[in-house]
């Protein structure tokens, strides 16, 4: 950058007099170490909530990943691995035994013991849906000695392990108990960032929705074997990463071209061209699964409480237009009938009809409305103007189920109402709603125990739209208990063909949001997350 | 003098109690709720509200207000619900960023726009006049934002001189990295404010040059230049010096869109941020201290006239 030399001279009257105003903030001067290597990445969204506990939001999570370890990880291959600790389990399955790997330290200098994971496991479990269904057939959890964890399970549970590797919604990051003891509701503190993981919160720099800033933990020691997704070894190449929030996604563009910051994680996809046309830039998906957007219905009233118009409301969409509208370059994105994902170890076609990825069937919808009786009852859709990911599907949807006859009251506003409208189980008419649509990365829907769309329990404990669907709970419980991949992929399938004859939900398709990176950025894992540990800087 | 300031402080406070429970009630009767944001998608109606109750959510409306109250006379503006950091520490990170900003871009603003102004009035009815005019015309009408990304696109991209966005404290990394980050910003900033003051310079100045005491000092001898800027502007300075602070007062609390096109952790964007999350002790505070800035803003200005004008007293 060359500076403006002229202007340097004038500078300094002007400096005398804004030296006033700069008084106001008496901020103290945080040094940066002198040559440290410092990555500078544009999230997905400004960190606001530090407690990964509190809150399903990704970037949370994504920050968890930064400075907390997991005593388990998730692999390329949706196995899970060992992380802080390696495990044992019972021949009768009953009794799990986790023991700690030597060498782990907290970030203020102390040691990891079992009874720090016995306390994170009892916050997490008490938030997080996959702790909750694991808690229901777990006796107890208990540190049996300062390395030794012991988890006794009360019936038979399968997915012990891959509920516990698991990388999304709430992970089972482990924290020191003094922390974890804090009750789940009570959120965590800047003073609480406290962790084991590769990288250390800097309190002091933090700006919440604005900066956030990480060194790397010296004494983290990483696992020997090579990193894969979120597994194995950890090595981190540079000393420090800061993440900064920028609200504009051209601003984010200009300042990834001109070398101000040195990753961008979701660029939208309008403007990757620009970003292409750079040689020392690299577009890219470190996250291979990409995400999945679906249509929720309400099943507590009119007119989707009769199953026959959920299905014409199937009938009439398609994840053909849906897609064109929401990701429109095509290389970003693809239809997809499985409501685990396509790129998953569950992935299958079963009971998904062929219209829902073709360009759907009006005819056949106009007709089924009819058959039922539809009364002309509107459908209140929920469309969140600020948000670019979701805002483009209610639109077409409208416009796709008016042409098959429905009536629909499309109605916008801001994506934090609608997570507040949402919530109601009110009438559409009195502050509730019909439909609305969101998002969901794969690791999030990949299997039917951690798919929140796909929980039967009705009013109290299902996920908004609250279906009451007893054979769907009985298959889901029969997941769990399932011991082969081959009786868990059975299933899943019959799991599948049941949500799609009660529709269940409306899976619209899979994209995926690439991710920038200065060329001189080497080493990117591809993980179902943005991670800084393994990356390098060539010179 | 002093019982003056007294009496307008004083009344300030009965303006900002209305404020503080107008806002209050706006935010608690709109759409939102910030356990819902927290929790995110996974949330069940159980956890939402076992989360309301540990943000103390869900207690009746006048027992939050009273304990807001309360917290706010002992000086204490609350804790951000989203991050749990006091409301005080959330709005002192961002304060220096707009305010410094907003020093920077008036000055500018004033510097460029007075002798334009004045320039426009001495030369009344001529090319030079319609030529400012028509800038300040441009400089109405032309988005901010047009006029950032011009810029951004021209200095900072084609000729790599500026950065194109970011922000440096003057507090910590001295006059030239502030001035670096700050120049872009600031010229998009006050390209309004320039059109609006000397707008503003013109009209005044054409107010009093006709005046008697314009003619006398004319006949005194008086240099043209003395007569302009010592005769002609102070007398026009009221409405001028008022268009400044309230400006001042419209950059400090209204800076949203530079501040996102320039990536400044600011007010601005504080207060946006906080009111997409609901953060309601977080909107509450920046709301009550910008309504306290434009109080001040405006004492200032009603204690300035007299600087001006000799006439005018204070009872």
Redesign the interface.
Known sequence: ????KG??KG??G??C???????????P??ATPVQAETVRAVMHS?L???DPV????HITRDHGYMIFDTLLAMDEKFQPRPQMADWSVSDDGMVYTFTLRDGLKWHDGSDVTASDVVASFQRWAA???GGQMLMDHVAGIEATDAQTVTLTLSSAFAYVLELMAKPS??PLFIMPARIADK?P??????EDQIGSGPFRFVAGDY?????VVYEKFEDYVPRDEPASWLAGGKVVNVDRVEW?N???A???L??L??G?IDFLEAPSVDLLPILQANADIVVDNPNELGSQTMGRLNFLYPPFDNPDIRRAALMALNQTDVLASLVGNPEYYSTCPSMYGCSTPLATDAGAPALLTGKGDVAAAQQLLKDAGYDGTPVVMMQPT?SPTVSPQPVIAAQLMRRAGFTVDLQP??W??L???R?S?QPPDQGGWNMFF?N?ALPEVWNPLVN?MLNGRGR??G?FGWPQDEALEEMREAFARAETDEARKDIAERLQVHAFEQVTYIPLGEYKTPSAWRSDLTGILHAPLPVFWNLSRSR | MLGYCLKRTLAAVPVMVIVALFVFLLLRLS???PA?????????????A??R??LGLNEPMHIQFFRWSGELLQGNFGT?L????SVTT?M?????PT??L???SM?LSVLVAVPMGVLAAWKHGSLIDRAIMSLSVIGFSVPVFVIG?LL?KLL??D????????FR????E???P???HA?LPAIMLSTIYIALIARMTRASMLDVLGEDYIRTAHAKGASEKRVLFRHALRNAGVPILEVIGTGFALMITGVVVTE????I?GLG??T??AI????YPVIQGLILVTSGVYVLINLLIDLSYALLDPRIRYQ
């Open positions: 950058m060359k500076p403006l202007l340097q500078a300094q002007a400096a007099a804004l030296m006033a105003s700069a008084m106001v903030s008496a901020m001067l945080l400004g606001r909530v530090l509190a809150t399903t939001a938030r997080d849906g919604s709430i009750s509701d009570e959120m965590l503190s800047v700006d919440p929705g604005n900066r900064i920028m609200s504009d051209q601003t984010a200009n300042a071209n001109t101000e600020d506003m801001d934090q109402t997570v507040t409208r919530a189980q969101t969901w929140p109290d404990g996920w | 759409p939102g709720d819902a944001i927290i929790a995110g998608d996974m949330a069940t109606p159980d956890q939402l076992r989360i109750e540990a951000s989203m991050s749990g950091m959330l002192a990170q961002r304060l220096e305010v410094s907003a020093i920077f000055l990304y951004i900072a991209i000729l790599g001189w500026l950065p194109v966005q970011g404290r003057l507090s910590e001295g006059p030239w502030f001035l670096e120049l996102s096109v320039f990536n952790p964007r504080l946006v941020d997409l999350s609901r953060d």
